[in-house]
C-alpha cells in the first residue's frame, strides 16, 4: 500500500521561505515520478513542481525561480524549497506519487488519479 506523508506547513511572513517535505513508502520500485501541488480556497488546483526517477524537474506556470524542487531518490523523500513566499502562495500543498512518463507530464496529474498525501497548510502574511 502507498502511502504519502506531508511535512512542514506553517505560518510565514510574505518574503521569508519554507521547506515542505514528503515521503512516500510503499512503492516497490523507484520508478515513478513525485510532485508537488497546491489548492487555496476557492481556486483551482495548481501544479508547483515534480520531478521523475532520473530527477528531472518540472515547473508549473510561474512557479520556477521562487519555489526549488529536489528528490533523494534513497530515501524516497521529496523537498520543496519556497523562497520568498508572497500572500497568495498560502493554499494547502499536497505532494503525490504515481508511475509517470516524465515530470512534465505529471503536472497535469488531477485528485482522480495517483497516491496523494493529506496536504500541509502555508499561510503566508502580507
Known amino acids: 500500500q502507498v502511502q504519502v506523508v506531508e511535512s512542514g506547513g506553517g505560518l510565514v511572513q510574505a518574503g521569508g521561505s519554507l521547506r515542505l517535505s514528503c515521503v512516500v513508502s510503499?512503492?516497490?520500485?523507484?520508478?515513478?515520478?513525485m510532485g508537488w501541488f497546491r489548492q487555496a480556497p476557492g481556486k483551482e488546483h495548481e501544479a508547483v513542481a515534480a520531478v521523475d526517477m532520473d530527477s528531472r524537474q518540472a515547473y508549473g506556470d510561474s512557479m520556477e525561480g521562487r519555489f526549488t524542487i529536489s528528490r533523494d531518490t534513497t530515501k524516497n523523500t521529496l523537498i520543496l524549497q519556497m523562497n520568498n513566499l508572497k500572500a497568495n502562495d498560502t493554499a494547502m500543498y499536497f505532494c503525490?506519487?504515481?508511475?509517470?512518463?516524465?515530470?512534465?507530464?505529471?503536472?497535469?496529474?488531477?485528485?482522480?488519479?495517483?497516491?496523494w498525501g493529506r496536504g500541509t497548510q502555508v499561510t503566508v502574511s502580507s
Open positions: 503525490a506519487a504515481d508511475h509517470c512518463f516524465s515530470a512534465f507530464g505529471f503536472l497535469r496529474l488531477t485528485r482522480t488519479g495517483g497516491f
Open positions: 510503499g512503492f516497490t520500485h523507484n520508478h515513478y515520478c
